[in-house]
């Protein structure tokens, strides 16, 4: 799932509506922000396996430290942690410890058994709808609009120049997502992991 963590992230403004976007897209991103790292050192693995499933040639042989449920549990509450003391503000913490914990619940719904539980834990789940790319585009696209429309009815931009950026970000993660589905598969996991540092 790519543009669907977005989704959490734009739609958190509602219930958090003292914490700025940043911090609401990168904890539903977190998991994402941190694999890449783990792929450069080695720590975790995937490899391009064209007809893995329908919509991505991605196998994900090994990622228990980035993207295990207990792990993500840990990552959400480190990343809640260090906002909290930063800003104090209870509500949005607990808010992004959740976001955090969604990245593995929407990735358990996409991703083909091969999600871990914990590290060291040979149990892998994954509901599989990566292996229709219409039902996948469907699930993201309506995620994305329904997160979308939920940021801009929760918040108003202060200025003209806060609104057109707003949208042109939403274009540009939507330029992304199409590049994704439309583009040819990365040439390997190392070229992989530098253009996920990128986005």
Do not use: C
């Not at 990168?26 to 783990?38: E, H, N, R, S, V």
């Amino acid at each position: 799932m790519f543009i669907g963590h977005f989704a959490i992230g734009f739609a958190l403004k509602r219930v958090a509506p003292r914490a700025s976007l940043g911090p609401l897209i990168a904890a539903a991103q977190f998991l994402d922000l941190l694999w890449p790292w783990f792929l450069l050192l080695g720590w975790e693995h995937v490899r391009l396996d064209p007809g893995n499933t329908a919509f991505t040639p991605l196998a994900f042989d090994s990622y228990p430290i980035s993207h295990s449920l207990v792990m993500a549990i840990v990552w959400g509450v480190a990343f809640s942690g260090l906002y909290l003391l930063r800003t104090h503000n209870r509500i949005a913490a607990i808010w992004i410890a959740a976001a955090v914990v969604s990245h593995w619940a929407l990735d358990w719904i996409t991703h083909r058994p091969d999600l871990p539980i914990m590290p060291g834990d040979s149990t892998k789940v994954g509901l599989g709808l990566w292996n229709s790319v219409p039902a996948t585009l469907i699930v993201e696209s309506a995620m994305f609009a329904a997160g979308v429309w939920v940021y801009a009815r929760a918040t108003r931009a202060r200025d003209t120049i806060g609104r057109v950026n707003f949208w042109i970000y939403v274009a540009v993660l939507s330029l992304i997502y199409a590049g994704n589905v439309l583009g040819p598969p990365p040439p390997d996991a190392h070229s992989l992991a530098i253009v996920a540092l990128g986005v």
